[in-house]
C-alpha cells in the first residue's frame, strides 16, 4: 500500500536516530518531491515568523493601530495653532454702494492675501481629554496587536505540531500495514505448509482490510493539517515544503525546564487592551461634558489688500497714499487723498467666547451615550481579566494532565513493542494464534500513536501556559 501522494514533506519520528534536541536538519529522510529545487524547508520558528510577517490576521491588528496613531494626530492638533493662507481676486461688475456713496467703492478689481492663525485658548478640556482618549485608544491598539501576534504564534505552533503528528501517524499506520502484509503472506506460506488452517489465513487477510482504512484516514489527517499550516504561513498549496523541526523528549524536558507555573494574566496583552479601551472611553465622558463650557479663541490676520484704479487689473506694487487736489466747492481744510490701486497691509486680533445655551439636548445625548459607552467597555475589561485568569488556570490544568500522559505512554510504546515482539515470535514458531498477534499489533500501534499525541500535546500546553500569561512563547 502506497502512502499515496501524502505530504511533499519528511517527518522524523520520535524515536528516530537524529539528537535527542530540536533541530534544523536537511538531511533526513528526504522524500522524492523534496528534492524539487523550489522546496522550501520549513523549521518551526521559520513558520511562525511567515505567519507573524505575512499572516493576515496581525496585518489587519497592524493597520488598526496606524488608525489609532492617526487619531492621536488628529487630536493633537485641536491642541496646536491653526494657520492658514487665504487669497482673493474679485471683479466687480456693478456695485450698489460704489453708486450710492462715491467711486471709492466702485474699484472693479479687488485683490486680498492674508495669513490667518487661530490658537484655541479654553475648551472646557476637550482638547487635553480627547488627546488622552486618542492615547489610551492607541495604546490598546498596540496590546491588540501583541495579543493578535502571540494568538497567532500559538496558532501556527500548534498547526506544526499537528502537522508533524498527523505525519508520523502516517508513518505508524503505514509501518503497521506492512507488518499485516507480511504476516499475511507468511499465513499463506504456513497454509501450503500445512501448519495453519484457512481460518488463520483469512483473519490475516481481515486484519489487513481492518488497517487500510485507518491508513487512508491518516493520510487525509495529515494533508489537511499541512493545508492549515499553509494558511497561517501563507505558503501556496503548488509549493512542497519539508518540516525540518523535531520534536522529541530532549525538547519536552528542556521546555518543560522554562515552564512558569505563578505568573497569572496581569501582562496578559488582552487584559491591557481592555484597560486602555475602558479608559479611552471614560475619557470621552470627559471630552462630551465639556461642550457645557464656554471656548475661548484667539484669533490673529495679517495680510494685505489692493483696489486698482485708472481700469488697472493688476496692482503696480506697494500701496503708496498721495494727497490730491481736493473738487472745486470742498470745504475749507478739507484733505483729499488718492491710492495709486497697490497693495496695503490689513492686519487684525481678536478674542472669541463661544457658550453654547441651548442645542435641543445634543450635548445631554453625547454625554449620555459617551457615559453608556464607558460603562460597557468597563464591563468588557472585567470580562477580559475573568477570561484571562480562566485561560491562566485551564492551561496549567491541561500542563499538568499532559505531563502524566507523556510519562505514562513513553514506558507504554516499550512495554507495547516488548509484547508485540513476543507474540510474533510465538506465532511464528506456530505456538500463537494469529488473534495474539493482532491484539498485541493493534496495542502496539495505539501506544505509539498515544506517545505521538502525547509529545503534541505536552509541547502545546506548554506554549498555551505561556500564551495565557502574556509571556514569549517558547521556541526550541
Not at 38 to 46: C, F, G, N, Q
Not at 342 to 362: E, H, K, Q, Y
Request: glycine share 6%; with cysteine; hydrophobic share 45%.
Amino acid at each position: 500500500m502506497r502512502i499515496r501522494a501524502l505530504l511533499l514533506l519528511t517527518i522524523t519520528s520520535v524515536g528516530s536516530t537524529l539528537p535527542a534536541r530540536a533541530q534544523t536538519s536537511t538531511s533526513g529522510g528526504v522524500a522524492s518531491t523534496a528534492a524539487r529545487s523550489d522546496t522550501l524547508p520549513l523549521s518551526l520558528a521559520d513558520a511562525v515568523r511567515r505567519a507573524d510577517q505575512l499572516g493576515e490576521e496581525v496585518r489587519i491588528a497592524r493597520a488598526n493601530e496606524s488608525t489609532t496613531g492617526a487619531q492621536v494626530t488628529i487630536a493633537r492638533s485641536a491642541a496646536l495653532p491653526q494657520l492658514r493662507i487665504n487669497a482673493s481676486e474679485n471683479r466687480t461688475v456693478a456695485s450698489a454702494r460704489g453708486q450710492a456713496v462715491g467711486s471709492v467703492f466702485n474699484q472693479p478689481y479687488t485683490y486680498s492675501a492674508a495669513l490667518n492663525a487661530q490658537q484655541t485658548l479654553f475648551s472646557g478640556g476637550r482638547v487635553v481629554n480627547g488627546l488622552r482618549a486618542a492615547r489610551a485608544a492607541q495604546n490598546s491598539s498596540s496590546a491588540t496587536v501583541a495579543e493578535t501576534r502571540s494568538e497567532v504564534n500559538l496558532a501556527t505552533q500548534t498547526a506544526y505540531l499537528n502537522a508533524l503528528f498527523t505525519a508520523r501517524a502516517v508513518q505508524i499506520q503505514q509501518q503497521s500495514y506492512d507488518l499485516a502484509t507480511a504476516q499475511l503472506r507468511q499465513a499463506e506460506q504456513f497454509e501450503k505448509a500445512g501448519r495453519f488452517s484457512h481460518y488463520d489465513v483469512l483473519r490475516a487477510r481481515v486484519q489487513v482490510a481492518n488497517i487500510e482504512p485507518q491508513l487512508l484516514q491518516a493520510e487525509e489527517d495529515a494533508q489537511l493539517a499541512l493545508l492549515e499550516l499553509r494558511r497561517l504561513t501563507n505558503i501556496p498549496a503548488s509549493r512542497p515544503i519539508v518540516l525540518t523541526t523535531v520534536v522529541d523528549s530532549a525538547v519536552i524536558r528542556a521546555a518543560l525546564a522554562n515552564v512558569d507555573t505563578v505568573t497569572g494574566a496581569t501582562n496578559r496583552p488582552s487584559v491591557r487592551a481592555a484597560e486602555e479601551n475602558a479608559r479611552a472611553r471614560q475619557l470621552g465622558v470627559s471630552v462630551a461634558r465639556a461642550a457645557l463650557l464656554p471656548t475661548v479663541t484667539f484669533n490673529l490676520n495679517s495680510g494685505y489688500g489692493a483696489f486698482p484704479v485708472n481700469g488697472d487689473i493688476f496692482p503696480p506694487g506697494r500701496g503708496v497714499l498721495e494727497q490730491v487736489t481736493c473738487p472745486p466747492g470742498s470745504a475749507a481744510g478739507r484733505i483729499c487723498t488718492q491710492q495709486n490701486g497697490g497693495w496695503f497691509s490689513d492686519r487684525s486680533f481678536g478674542f472669541t467666547v463661544s457658550w453654547p445655551i441651548f442645542d435641543g439636548l445634543a450635548t445631554k445625548g453625547n454625554i449620555d451615550l459617551a457615559g453608556a459607552q464607558a460603562r460597557v467597555a468597563q464591563a468588557q475589561a472585567a470580562q477580559t481579566r475573568e477570561t484571562a485568569f480562566n485561560d491562566v488556570a485551564r492551561a496549567r490544568a491541561d500542563l499538568t494532565r499532559a505531563q502524566a500522559q507523556f510519562a505514562a505512554q513513553r514506558e507504554n510504546v516499550t512495554e507495547a513493542n516488548e509484547a508485540y515482539q513476543l507474540a510474533n515470535l510465538r506465532y511464528s514458531r506456530g505456538l500463537a494464534t494469529q488473534l495474539e498477534v493482532s491484539d498485541a499489533q493493534f496495542a502496539l500501534v495505539t501506544a505509539e500513536l498515544n506517545a505521538a499525541r502525547a509529545t503534541s500535546d505536552i509541547y502545546i500546553a506548554i506554549a498555551t501556559l505561556a500564551q495565557a500569561q502574556g509571556r514569549p512563547l517558547p521556541l526550541f
